[in-house]
């Protein structure tokens, strides 16, 4: 079977190389750069050394730093109003998953013009997008590293998706430094986020021998450092650690997807913008053990990866205890429980299995989930 895997990204992973951000835009040939962030990772001081780089380089830069949590449609459009107005050649992202994906979708607006419903997957885009330098401050979204943006459609409460491979940064600088002050509870979502993302890759019907061995490593590497990161963020090893297996777990799924867990988590985080990793984190032991039922093997090697001494047990008994793995991991690290997010409201199952049925990741679910399945799992992370 013919392979293809991509990477069009230059990474630099170790503390302090976000120091290099002028260096690394300047080398892109840019003079002037958008710079996009949030309130939190503005307030948070992450931006300060950043921003000392770009000047030390000469690189004028302007900041749009009004990006939400689930980042909106509009957003988008305000970021790349303001990269036109100062002639940007660059976008500079710094923070999560949403300034990141605000930031390809400005990048991707600026040169193609339009919304960011103009450029919904499937559709290509016509123009290459400014080039874009990913720093991120949270170890989850492996966004730094993947083609995708994600964005909230915000008339029809949808998170829709842009996919280019142009809209991939050209160069992450993957910095540890900058998630030791993140709080536990981001660190416990974010973390989850990075576990789905691999879960999903090895599980899924795109899986590949590349994406597999950086998945693999991923979910080891959450196993081992995902609650002394929540607990002890001082801890350097632990914060690497995480950070290094949320850049391989954005390579392995961008090459490959997510899959059912992410259908559900993008519809719920739609409707009540619960955060990403959190909402992830609700639904993954659920599609996991279901899943599991009808590909045990491929579940059970998961466990093994998870660090469990599965010796030689059938492989059912050892997915279950994968299941059992990752539900007790997202206990321990505090994630809430499914009714206890804020706004969640059973008689919104209906509507929320249809959108997850429309997400662009279902068919990558290598169990065929119908809305009745995606109903199942809705009810079963409700009463768990
Ligand atoms: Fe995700």
């Known amino acids: 079977m013919d392979l293809l895997f991509q ?28 710079v996009i962030t949030d309130p939190g990772v503005r307030g948070a001081g992450l931006l300060d050394g950043v921003l000392a780089s770009l000047s030390t380089a000469g690189i004028e830069h302007a900041i749009f730093d009004q990006v939400s949590g689930n980042p909106r449609d509009h957003e988008c459009v305000a970021a790349a ?21 605000t930031a390809k979708t400005a990048a991707a607006l600026l040169t193609n013009g339009g919304t960011p419903q103009d450029w919904e997957a499937p559709a290509l885009l016509e123009h290459d997008p400014l080039p874009i330098v990913a720093i991120p401050t949270t170890s989850g979204t492996g966004s730094e590293v993947t083609f995708y943006a994600v964005v909230t459609d915000t008339a029809r409460k949808f998170k829709m998706s842009l996919l280019d491979t142009r809209i991939a940064p050209r160069v992450a600088l993957v910095d540890p430094d900058l998630t030791m002050t993140m709080p ?4 416990a979502s974010t973390g989850m986020d990075a576990l789905t993302h691999a879960v999903e890759s090895y ?23 995902l609650e002394t990161a929540v607990n002890d963020g001082h801890n350097r090893d ?37 955060p990403h990793g959190v909402a992830n984190s609700v639904f993954l032991p659920h599609v996991f053990a279901h899943n599991a039922e009808a590909f045990p ?12 001494d599965v010796g030689d047990m059938p492989d059912e008994i050892a997915a279950w205890k994968a299941t059992e793995f990752i539900s007790n991991l997202a206990r321990a690290v505090g994630i809430p429980a499914f009714r206890d997010l804020r706004g969640a409201d059973p008689t919104d199952f209906p509507d929320l299995a249809e959108a997850s049925k429309r997400n662009v990741s279902d068919p990558s679910n290598r169990r065929t989930y119908e809305v009745a399945d995606y109903l ?9």
């Open 184 to 187: 536990p509870s981001v660190t």
């Open 81 to 101: 109003e303001l990269g036109r107005a100062v002639g940007a050649q660059a976008v500079v992202a710094v923070g999560g998953g949403s300034p990141m994906d």
């Open 7 to 34: 990477l069009p990204t230059r990474i630099r992973f170790g503390f302090g190389v976000s120091a290099l951000a002028g260096a690394e835009t300047r080398a892109l040939g840019a003079a002037r750069a958008l």
């Open 376 to 384: 199942m799992i809705l009810e079963r992370a409700w009463g768990a």
């Open 203 to 225: 599980t899924g019907n795109l899986a590949n021998p590349i994406a597999d061995a950086l998945a693999k490593e991923a979910i080891r590497l959450v196993a081992l450092h």
């Open 297 to 308: 093997a491929r579940h059970a090697e998961v466990a093994a990866a998870l660090g469990i």
């Open 238 to 274: 632990a914060r690497s650690g995480m950070m290094m297996a949320s850049l391989l777990a954005g390579m392995a799924f961008g090459n490959t997807d997510v899959a059912a867990v992410h259908c559900l988590a993008e519809a719920i985080g739609g409707r009540y913008d619960t």
